[in-house]
């Protein structure tokens, strides 16, 4: 028994394809290793947009060579938008974490998914099959076609029944945004055959699940969430193979849609302590959805069986009192931050998802959202105690901002 692929240290997965090191070593060292040859300890942090090329005959044949496969250049960087050192540090971390080849970051989850249905698309493969609920943005990227991308939407069991000739793409999310659905990834995988399956793994993140292991081409996150960490940074990310990873750089040099160096640097320090929150906030999380799960004010508690920092539930009550009435607690759409944070999807992640289309994907009006940070448990439950205690509080809160407090 290879006593690496089993190893359970911290409760994570073994390391990245070399199954060398675990996930939490990886972390901390990977996008860093030359480092110490550099006489460094922190990465560096280059903003530079442009290069000298005092060899423009080299860089003509670098630059074809790009257009022909969308192989990372070897050599000095030439251009911003071609790709960036620090940059690329974040990109080569979040593979070994995610267990694939390569990984393309963008400036922001949605210019990740972007790039993949542009990339698709340009095979002549627009046809997406896709399975309710995604994250609302993402929903109404494929509905409104707005790529000329075309969406059939099903549930797990249908997907094989869905796929076309021209289709290019399936997508799920699990656990997924805002429900926190899960589905069964090798089954998904199984049924996709020979077409690509992208899972956003935003709510996941590596440290819980690593789709590719099965079966999924494509992971993509929000890398704004769990990577980042601390809510100050956009970014997207999409881990895959590299033959899929040239084809998403070529359509990133040609859109633009490139990861600031300063958001690289961030997330590339965001992911040393990634298995670390994961797994604090999972634990507070739990124990949240185990109190309000036995509170009578609650209808209903999704927590995932894979764990995690995101919590959904539904309140008999108003649930836009509960939004008015924390005050730990930040009520704020996003997650994955180090401080808690609430809202409520039909109103807000999810509000541009056609009613209808909404509620038939499990999303209910009385849903809330809770983002597990890193508090203490016990100052989170106070809150959110005092919180569901509702209008009343609601009140309260709006009388003491009237007299000034
Ligand atoms: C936030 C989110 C996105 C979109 O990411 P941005 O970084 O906001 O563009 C995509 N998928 C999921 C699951 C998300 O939560």
Same mark, same amino acid.
């Given at each position: 028994?290879?006593?690496?692929?089993?190893?359970?240290?911290?409760?994570?997965?073994?390391?990245?394809?070399?199954?060398?090191?675990?996930?939490?070593?990886?972390?901390?060292?990977?996008?860093?290793?030359?480092?110490?040859?550099?006489?460094?300890?922190?990465?560096?942090?280059?903003? &530079?947009?442009?290069?000298? &090329?005092?060899?423009?005959?080299?860089?003509?044949?670098?630059?074809?060579?790009?257009?022909?496969?969308?192989?990372?250049?070897?050599?000095? *960087?030439?251009?911003?938008?071609?790709?960036?050192?620090?940059?690329?540090?974040?990109?080569?971390?979040?593979?070994?974490?995610?267990?694939?080849? !390569?990984? =393309?970051?963008?400036?922001?989850?949605? +210019?990740?998914?972007?790039? =993949?249905?542009?990339?698709?698309?340009?095979?002549?493969?627009?046809?997406?099959? +896709?399975?309710?609920?995604?994250?609302?943005?993402?929903?109404?990227?494929? $509905?409104?076609?707005?790529?000329? !991308?075309?969406?059939?939407?099903?549930?797990?069991?249908?997907?094989?029944?869905?796929?076309?000739?021209?289709?290019?793409?399936?997508?799920?999310?699990?656990?997924?945004?805002?429900?926190?659905?899960?589905?069964?990834?090798?089954?998904?995988?199984?049924?996709?055959?020979?077409?690509?399956?992208?899972?956003?793994?935003?709510?996941?993140?590596?440290?819980? /699940?690593?789709?590719?292991? /099965?079966?999924?081409?494509?992971?993509?996150?929000?890398?704004?969430?769990?990577?980042?960490?601390?809510?100050?940074?956009?970014?997207? =990310?999409?881990?895959?193979?590299?033959?899929?990873?040239?084809?998403?750089?070529?359509?990133?040099?040609?859109?633009?849609?490139?990861?600031?160096?300063?958001?690289?640097?961030?997330?590339?320090?965001?992911?040393? $302590?990634?298995?670390?929150?994961?797994?604090?906030?999972?634990?507070?999380?739990?124990?949240? +959805?185990?109190?309000?799960?036995?509170? *009578?004010?609650?209808?209903?508690?999704?927590?995932?069986?894979?764990?995690?920092?995101?919590?959904?539930?539904?309140?008999?009550?108003?649930?836009?009192?509960?939004?008015?009435?924390?005050?730990?607690?930040?009520?704020?759409? !996003?997650?994955? !931050?180090?401080?808690?944070?609430? /809202?409520?999807?039909?109103?807000?992640?999810?509000?541009?998802?056609? +009613?209808?289309?909404?509620?038939?994907?499990?999303?209910?009006?009385?849903?809330?959202?809770?983002? =597990?940070?890193?508090?203490?448990?016990?100052?989170?439950?106070?809150?959110?105690?005092? &919180?569901?205690?509702?209008? /009343?509080?609601?009140?309260?809160?709006?009388?003491?901002?009237?007299?000034?407090?």
């Amino acid at each position: 028994m290879d006593s690496r692929t089993h190893d359970t240290r911290n409760g994570f997965p073994a390391g990245g394809p070399s199954g060398h090191r675990a996930l939490a070593t990886e972390a901390v060292h990977a996008g860093r290793e030359d480092l110490v040859a550099l006489g460094l300890h922190a990465p560096p942090l280059d903003l &530079s947009t442009t290069y000298p &090329s005092p060899d423009s005959r080299g860089e003509a044949a670098r630059l074809d060579a790009f257009a022909a496969d969308g192989a990372e250049l070897v050599g000095p *960087p030439v251009y911003g938008r071609l790709g960036n050192p620090t940059v690329a540090r974040f990109e080569t971390a979040l593979a070994r974490l995610e267990g694939t080849e !390569s990984a =393309v970051a963008f400036a922001s989850g949605m +210019a990740a998914l972007s790039a =993949v249905l542009l990339a698709r698309g340009a095979l002549g493969l627009r046809h997406v099959v +896709a399975v309710r609920p995604l994250y609302g943005c993402s929903d109404h990227l494929l $509905t409104a076609g707005l790529l000329g !991308s075309e969406v059939t939407w099903t549930d797990p069991a249908g997907i094989e029944e869905a796929l076309r000739p021209d289709t290019g793409l399936v997508m799920v999310e699990s656990p997924a945004n805002p429900t926190l659905a899960e589905v069964d990834l090798r089954a998904v995988a199984h049924a996709c055959g020979s077409i690509p399956l992208l899972v956003d793994n935003t709510f996941a993140t590596p440290v819980l /699940q690593r789709p590719v292991e /099965q079966g999924a081409r494509l992971v993509l996150h929000s890398a704004t969430k769990y990577l980042g960490g601390h809510g100050d940074v956009m970014g997207g =990310v999409v881990a895959c193979d590299e033959e899929l990873a040239r084809r998403l750089r070529q359509v990133r040099f040609a859109t633009g849609g490139v990861l600031h160096p300063l958001a690289g640097y961030l997330l590339l320090r965001g992911l040393a $302590t990634l298995p670390v929150r994961v797994r604090a906030a999972s634990a507070t999380a739990a124990e949240l +959805a185990r109190r309000l799960a036995a509170d *009578p004010r609650i209808a209903r508690v999704h927590y995932p069986r894979i764990g995690g920092a995101m919590v959904a539930f539904e309140v008999h009550g108003d649930p836009h009192a509960v939004i008015a009435g924390v005050r730990l607690i930040t009520p704020a759409v !996003s997650l994955g !931050s180090v401080d808690t944070l609430i /809202q409520h999807p039909a109103s807000i992640s999810h509000r541009i998802v056609d +009613a209808e289309d909404r509620r038939g994907a499990g999303v209910s009006d009385r849903l809330l959202r809770l983002s =597990v940070g890193l508090e203490d448990v016990e100052d989170l439950w106070a809150d959110l105690e005092r &919180s569901l205690g509702a209008e /009343q509080v609601g009140g309260d809160r709006r009388r003491e901002e009237m007299a000034g407090r």
